[in-house]
């Protein structure tokens, strides 16, 4: 199995720009995730989905939007993109049990300049 | 609202010795999950151990285990017999009963082994 697969790995994008973070997990989980990690700090949830056609927001959605139309994906829209963006970005998923263990991608690197 | 402390920024320890990384939350919560997270330079998000607010007894998984206080709402890490393979940053994360295991995380320990 691979898990929770993330691309790209490392993205540079210009003031304005617009770009999908693609999020794929292949172990049938119904809850997804996406966090920001900003430098030297903690995780933030920026959007979550209960499964397919259920999105709602997290602590830190401003400049994001996401769609959830299969099981499997859960990508990332960033519109606009700004320097605050600049930022890595987790997928992850769970089965969605109370307290399941959330299981991560290996991450985005996005820089905005 | 639900929040994750972690008062170390940076830790370091000796190889072969042991170490303890502090962590506290706030919550209203009486049901509720904690974790702690391991990041090596690799940028991976690894679990390391979970804990049921429930359960009195306290999480072990090899080297790793936690001091789990209910009443004072402390969660600390303690790693025995530290391997150069330790290193990594640690956090620590949250979750309760109805927040469809969404993780609520602290800001990080940065564990140094030295050899």
């Known amino acids: 199995n691979a898990g929770v697969t993330q691309t790209p790995k490392f993205r540079i994008l210009k003031i304005g720009q617009s770009m999908t973070l693609q999020c794929t997990q292949d172990?049938?989980?119904?809850?997804m995730y996406w966090y920001r990690q900003d430098p030297g700090m903690g995780l933030k949830l920026i959007y979550y989905s209960v499964g397919a056609g259920i999105t709602d927001k997290g602590e830190v959605p401003n400049g994001y939007n996401v769609s959830r139309s299969t099981t499997e994906d859960f990508p990332l829209r960033l519109e606009l993109a700004a320097p605050s963006q600049t930022s890595v970005y987790f997928c992850a998923s769970s089965y969605g049990a109370r307290g399941s263990p959330l299981h991560f991608g290996n991450g985005t690197r996005l820089t905005v300049t | 609202a639900q929040t994750v402390t972690q008062s170390q920024p940076e830790m370091s320890v000796q190889e072969a010795e042991t170490v303890t990384l502090s962590c506290t939350y706030d919550t209203s919560e009486s049901d509720y999950y904690l974790f702690w997270y391991k990041q090596p330079p690799s940028r991976q998000m690894i679990l390391v151990i979970r804990?049921?607010?429930?359960?009195?007894q306290n999480a072990t998984e090899n080297r790793f285990s936690v001091n789990f206080q209910k009443a004072a709402k402390s969660f600390s890490l303690k790693i025995s017999d530290s391997q150069l393979g330790d290193a990594a940053m640690y956090f620590c994360a949250y979750s309760w009963e109805t927040s469809g295991s969404r993780l609520t995380f602290g800001e990080g320990t940065q564990l140094t082994v030295n050899p």
């Open positions: 172990m049938n989980h119904n809850y």
């Open positions: 804990q049921e607010a429930y359960k009195q």
